[in-house]
Structure formats: structure tokens, C-alpha cells
């Protein structure tokens, strides 16, 4: 909603303006970074009562690691690692190969193109930025996303990459699995 209101207020207030500057983001890889909490151990109920034999009892520990990625859970089809890595991918707004176009009509504010794979249709939006063009927002007429801004080296150079935290949105979506983060990391060929 704020993102449709967004493109609209734009759109009305500054069609006579002029464009300060275009700058595209290639994006030539994606990476996913998908991490869980460490299961603690179980505790006695008791700790320090004696056995029958005057000895303490020994804290119980599970057989086998309980966990997502157990080496125990024979479940069938991939780990839930693989699988919110493919979800999070098939979701991303761009693929490797597709781009953003950010069109500056003000100082932290403009026009949105973002370009899904090479060979898709664009799709039109818009975009704001912190002043210290730490975070980017993207707004698209379907959903909006927050992005961290940050840099990468390739070689020698300072390269532009863009993070995504969906941590809370996949511990609503597999709240059994103790995720503790997940991370989609976009590396583009554009100068930091």
C-alpha cells in the first residue's frame, strides 16, 4: 500500500522535473545464508538428587541432535536448508541477470525499473533511501522490499552488494525449526 502511494506521489508531483541521474545494479550472483539456533542440552528435572546407588544422576542427553538437519531425520525430499534457500531464491525480486534501475528524481528518492532475469519484462516502482545510503526501499506495485547496502571486494575493486534480512518471515513460516537467520545476499557489478 505505502509503496503504491509512494509511486503515485511521485508520478503526480514530479512529472515536469527533471531526472538528477540514472544507476543501474547488474545482478551477477546470489547467495542465501540460512542459520539455526543450537539446540541446548536437556537438564534433569532434579539436578544433584542421588541415585540408588549414592552416586548423582547423570544429566540426560538426547540419542541423536535434534534439529532441521539431524543426521537422524529420515525425512524424505530436501533439508529444510535447501528448501528455504529454493524459496527465498524463487522469491527474490531479481535474479542473476536482472538488474535494478534506480532513476534519482530527488536527492533519496525516484523512480524504480527493476528488471527480473535478462530476457523478462520490466516491472515499475519506486524507490527511497536513507541519507546515509545505508538502506535502499523498494517498492513495487505487489510488495515492497528493505535492503542493506554494502560493499564487496572483487580483486581490487569495491563492488555494490544488497542484503536482505528474511529472518522473521521464514521463523513465522517453519516456526518449529529454531531458524535463527536468513539472508539473501545479491552481489552486483556496480561500483561501491
Known amino acids: 500500500m505505502l509503496g503504491m502511494l509512494l509511486v503515485c506521489l511521485l508520478a503526480a508531483c514530479d512529472e515536469k522535473s527533471e531526472v538528477f541521474y540514472t544507476t543501474t545494479y547488474d545482478v551477477v550472483r546470489m547467495e542465501v545464508n540460512v542459520t539455526f539456533q543450537a539446540a541446548t542440552p536437556l537438564k534433569p528435572a532434579n539436578p544433584g538428587t542421588k541415585n540408588t546407588e549414592g552416586g548423582d544422576e547423570a544429566d540426560p542427553t538426547p ?62 516502482g519506486a524507490f527511497s533511501r536513507t541519507p546515509e545510503a545505508s538502506t535502499l526501499y523498494l517498492h513495487l506495485p505487489d510488495r515492497s522490499y528493505t535492503l542493506s547496502v554494502a560493499s564487496y571486494r572483487y580483486g581490487t575493486t569495491s563492488l555494490t552488494q544488497f542484503r536482505a534480512d528474511l529472518t522473521e518471515q521464514f521463523q513465522r513460516l517453519y516456526p518449529n525449526h529454531m531458524i535463527q537467520r536468513v539472508e539473501r545476499i545479491e552481489y552486483t557489478s556496480h561500483p561501491y
Open 63 to 124: 540419542d541423536e541432535e535434534e534439529g532441521p538437519d539431524a543426521p537422524g531425520d529420515d525425512t524424505p525430499g530436501p533439508s529444510i536448508t535447501a528448501l528455504i534457500q529454493e524459496q527465498v531464491l524463487a522469491e527474490a525480486p531479481v535474479k542473476v541477470g536482472g538488474s535494478y534501475s534506480l532513476e534519482y528524481k530527488h536527492f533519496d528518492t525516484g523512480f524504480l525499473t527493476v528488471r527480473p532475469s535478462a530476457g523478462e519484462e520490466p516491472l515499475a
